[in-house]
């Protein structure tokens, strides 16, 4: 949150992915939400928007200040974690007592989800848009998703101009579909995620030779079926560009592509509409051949009837489903089906989360759970991170070292694991900047 006056902003509202947080009883904001003035959101990921219905339900009148783009798609992914909530509170009712609690009440509902989604205001990229009097709020395009920004202040305290800027989270360079994180301006305060401190990409493979290899063992030497979790927001559209890419210009023989998940349907068709917003490589794809997202052999499935019908396809192929996790969705009945074939290869994209079926997948069990039965694993797992949406830590020390050091008084670390910000926080301090890792509850006068 930050404090200017009496004035109170709070920079995103998210839900923690990896804690059970789909039912009353998490709701321990640090603050009372009826005080935030306006809330500031940098993008639509559930880890930043997830609990605004949460902070809406419980009082906030304010208004969602984000860029159109963040606005359609966090009310889709708002939407659908309400289908989730629901989901699990059913399941722990069913299951009753011990550990699930039989009252459960869902964090919220879909009218909470459009209370919220009333109250967001589009603002433009690099367009300065005054929040009041004394602050004055720019977004600065960063990669990572459609419509990602960074949150950049200028505050006028008692006549001294002082500027902070919250990166939201940072994309790469070259990353399919999407722009290049633009130059965030000199700062006096920078807050910046730290997810990937401490760890780099590899950079060996482009996504187009990395993706190559994999569908040219698995579908056209083993004649199988590659199934790739992907999440159905931003992950599914660049995979299924760089799929384009690579059976339009002959580099594989036509594979039939599904992409099984509704969501990512709607998802692709905000991508669409924001077309001006994909970055030069993919407009100038359109121009050339058309929809980037369209093309022949690939099908969106829409129906649970049709999703069933992937299954009894027998010709080799490739099925992108959500979720990115393996936890939910319609991606557990093919693995179900398929997790004991010779001849599957399982993909990930991303990354998977302790406790997630993805997690014991990569991390080579030999037998799993899925939907009440265990399977012996006979499918072929790999992993590529040639997809993280992530700049790694030569990226966060390049969004740092941008900035002008004389005037750059200090940087935040937030949002990341204790590891990466303190393997960031070191190599930061070691290039002489002050660093400050934040105590949750601290306030830091700035
Ligand atoms: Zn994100």
Redesign the pocket.
């Known amino acids: 949150m930050l404090e200017a006056g009496q004035f109170k902003i709070l920079i995103d509202c998210g839900l923690d992915y990896e804690k059970d947080h789909h039912i009353q009883s998490n709701e321990n904001f640090p603050f009372r939400p009826e005080e935030i003035d306006v809330v500031v959101l940098t993008?639509a990921?559930i880890?930043?928007s997830g609990n605004l219905p949460t902070l809406v339900r419980l009082g906030f009148e304010g208004q969602i200040l984000c860029t159109s783009p963040t606005a359609d798609l966090t009310e889709l992914l708002l939407m659908d974690s309400v289908n989730i909530f629901m989901h699990k509170v059913d399941k722990s009712r069913k299951r009753g007592k011990g550990k699930y609690n039989t009252n459960a009440q869902p964090l919220y509902l879909q009218k909470h989800v459009m209370d919220t989604v009333d109250r967001f205001v589009n603002i433009g990229f690099n367009r300065p848009f005054r929040i009041n009097g004394d602050i004055e709020l720019t977004f600065v395009p960063v990669g990572?998703?459609l419509g990602?920004a960074a949150a950049v202040f200028k505050i006028n305290d008692h006549g001294i101009e002082k500027s902070i800027a919250f990166t939201?989270?940072i994309g790469r360079k070259n990353y399919p579909v999407l722009n290049d994180p633009d130059k965030l301006p000199p700062v006096d305060y920078l807050v910046t995620e730290s997810t990937y401190g401490g760890r780099l990409h590899t950079k060996d493979k482009t996504v187009e030779q990395a993706l190559v290899e994999v569908i040219d063992k698995a579908c056209v030497k083993e004649q199988g079926r590659l199934i790739i979790p992907a999440f159905s927001i931003g992950r599914t559209q660049s995979l299924v560009y760089s799929l384009n890419k690579i059976f339009s210009s002959g580099l594989l023989p036509p594979v039939k592509v599904f992409v099984d998940s509704p969501m990512a349907t709607r998802a692709t068709e905000i991508f669409r509409k924001y077309h001006n917003l994909v970055n030069e490589e993919a407009q100038d794809f359109y121009n050339k051949k058309g929809d980037e997202f369209e093309f022949e052999n690939l099908e969106y499935i829409e129906s649970l009837k049709d999703s069933r019908q992937v299954s009894n396809y027998f010709e080799p192929c490739i099925i992108i489903s959500s979720a990115g996790m393996l936890e939910g969705g319609r991606i557990q009945d093919h693995l179900y089906y398929n997790i004991q074939n010779y001849y599957c290869t399982i993909l990930f994209i991303g990354y998977c989360a302790k406790g997630t079926l993805g997690h014991r997948l990569l991390r080579g069990d030999a037998i799993v759970h899925i939907k009440d039965r265990d399977l012996a694993v006979y499918a072929t797992i790999k992993q590529t991170d040639v997809l993280s949406?992530?700049g790694d830590h030569d990226d966060l020390m390049g969004t740092v070292k941008q900035q002008d050091r004389e005037k750059l008084k200090n940087v935040f670390l937030v949002h990341g694991e204790a590891s990466s910000m303190q393997a960031l926080s070191d190599a930061l301090e070691v290039e002489g900047y002050k660093v400050v890792v934040p105590e949750k509850g601290v306030k830091y006068s700035l």
């Open positions: 993008h990921h880890d930043h990572h998703l990602a939201g989270d949406a992530h």
